[in-house]
């Protein structure tokens, strides 16, 4: 399974962008999909998952201000991140848990994106 990220950049403080993974490959369906980051000198933590379901989970930090959402048709993952912060700024990576075709469930990683929120 491939995760290919798009969407991160540069943006001034109180604005937006939005983060778009696409997950390809070989497997017989996925679960849930969602996104980490890791800022400088900080730990990895969770921003937001959402399963194929429709259940979102996020980090009380971002609650309010994004949105996570799929399109289970086309295997995508996207993150609308408005009202940035200078605290915001991370490398984002996506990720899917996918199952296999002999019925494991997989975490797959995605390549990180730079999202740098600054004036």
């Known amino acids: 399974v491939q995760l290919q990220a798009s969407g991160g950049g540069l943006v001034q403080p109180g604005g937006s962008l939005r983060l778009s993974c696409a997950a390809s490959?070989?497997?017989?369906?996925?679960?849930?999909m969602g996104w980490y980051r890791q800022a400088p000198g900080k730990t990895r933590e969770l921003v937001a998952t959402i399963t194929t379901g429709g259940s979102t989970n996020y980090a009380d930090s971002v609650k309010g201000r994004f949105t996570i959402s799929t399109d289970n048709a086309k295997n995508t993952v996207s993150l609308q991140m408005n009202s940035l912060k200078s605290e915001d700024t991370a490398v984002y990576s996506c990720?899917?848990?996918?199952?296999?075709?002999?019925?494991?469930?997989?975490?797959?990683w995605g390549q990180g994106t730079q999202v740098t929120v600054s004036s």
């Open positions: 490959g070989s497997f017989s369906s996925i679960n849930a």
């Open positions: 990720y899917a848990q996918a199952r296999n075709y002999i019925g494991d469930y997989l975490v797959y």
